[in-house]
């Protein structure tokens, strides 16, 4: 999954629609130890890395760690609110989800 987050794995992915909701569905297993949450329903994370939010997932992120850039990636319809502060980067990449942002003026997003 490291590749998923990558540059070129992001990149290839927001070209190409790529993996489709159907392969992630049977991945879904496996992925979500690495922060890739598939049809996951409502689910609360803080300070993620690397988050996926993809299908029926309504996802609630909030950041506020400045040591590194959070990798926040929305497919598929994917749901995430943004809850950011403390001189937080994102790096968000949404490829057919929606997000919501709420961040103080300390926040960067890519």
């Not at 939010?53 to 749901?79: F, P, Q, S, W, Y």
Request: glycine fraction near 10%; include cysteine.
């Amino acid at each position: 999954m490291w590749l998923f987050f990558s540059p070129q794995g992001r990149e290839f992915c927001a070209e190409n629609d790529f993996p489709s909701l159907d392969m992630f569905r049977g991945m879904a297993g496996h992925v979500m130890p690495y922060g890739v949450y598939v049809d996951s329903g409502h689910v609360d994370v803080t300070n993620p890395g690397n988050i996926a939010v993809i299908g029926d997932t309504d996802a609630v992120i909030t950041i506020d760690d400045n040591e590194r850039v959070h990798k926040v990636i929305l497919m598929h319809g994917g749901k995430a609110r943004v809850v950011a502060s403390d001189y937080a980067v994102i790096l968000l990449v949404n490829i057919g989800g929606e997000v919501e942002i709420n961040k103080d003026n300390t926040v960067v997003i890519l």
